[in-house]
T-cell receptor, first 115, second 113 residues
Framework: AQKVTQAQTEISVVEKEDVTLDCVYETRDTTYYLFWYKQPPSGELVFLIRRNSFDEQNEISGRYSWNFQKSTSSFNFTITASQVVDSAVYFCALSEAWTGNQFYFGTGTSLTVIP | SQTIHQWPATLVQPVGSPLSLECTVEGTSNPNLYWYRQAAGRGLQLLFYSVGIGQISSEVPQNLSASRPQDRQFILSSKKLLLSDSGFYLC????????????FGPGTRLTVT
């Protein structure tokens, strides 16, 4: 079974619109970590954020914000006032404390921001 | 600061030829190292990871092998490439601490013809 599900395969928005990328995870571990990565057309994955299972506080960084809800096993990512430079594939990932070295990546959401 | 290098950036190889991709990390010691493959369609497939010199864990049985001859060097190899080996190969590192994020290299785009 998929540990991380990103149901949105592709999203297109017009510049300046807000967009939310969904991520749903599955784990039996009580201690786990969630991540978001951005993969621009150049290919390199860029780390955006890490969240541990004990910290449900939402985070905001500029135009980016993350909503972590354990009750729904979701870790959604919102981009406010999207820009063309936000066009990329975004990956959500899960790491469990007991497996340590394994990262479980979702299949990614391809975001296109239309100018 | 830490830096991760991969080379070559692109590679075109015929079926049946050998492969060697190299990854090195600077600015840290005893990192965990990872090889991923990303085929067309975006998903990341973990191929190998290593927690120390000479220690390799294989996640998917296939035509590839990995080695870690030095603390910060990770090599992906194949004796005979298959068409299905085409893809984008990414190396990553992190500290051996629970929950530490992975940092990725620039990747190698391999086309097997």
């Amino acid at each position: 079974a998929q540990k991380v599900t990103q149901a949105q395969t592709e999203i297109s928005v017009v510049e300046k619109e807000d967009v939310t990328l969904d991520c749903v995870y599955e784990t039996r571990d009580t201690t786990y970590y969630l991540f978001w990565y951005k993969q621009p057309p150049s290919g390199e994955l860029v780390f955006l954020i890490r969240r541990n299972s004990f910290d449900e506080q939402n985070e905001i960084s500029g135009r980016y914000s993350w909503n972590f809800q354990k009750s729904t096993s979701s870790f959604n990512f919102t981009i406010t006032a999207s820009q063309v430079v936000d066009s990329a594939v975004y990956f959500c990932a899960l790491s469990e404390a007991w497996t340590g070295n394994q990262f479980y990546f979702g299949t990614g959401t391809s975001l296109t921001v239309i100018p | 600061s830490q830096t991760i290098h991969q080379w070559p950036a692109t590679l075109v190889q015929p079926v049946g030829s050998p492969l060697s991709l190299e990854c090195t990390v600077e600015g840290t010691s005893n990192p965990n190292l990872y090889w991923y493959r990303q085929a067309a369609g975006r998903g990341l497939q973990l191929l190998f990871y290593s927690v120390g010199i000479g220690q390799i864990s294989s996640e998917v049985p296939q035509n590839l092998s990995a080695s870690r001859p030095q603390d910060r060097q990770f090599i992906l190899s194949s004796k005979k490439l298959l068409l299905s080996d085409s893809g984008f190969y990414l190396c990553a590192w992190n500290l051996g601490l629970a929950g530490y994020e992975q940092y990725f290299g620039p990747g190698t785009r391999l086309t097997v013809t």
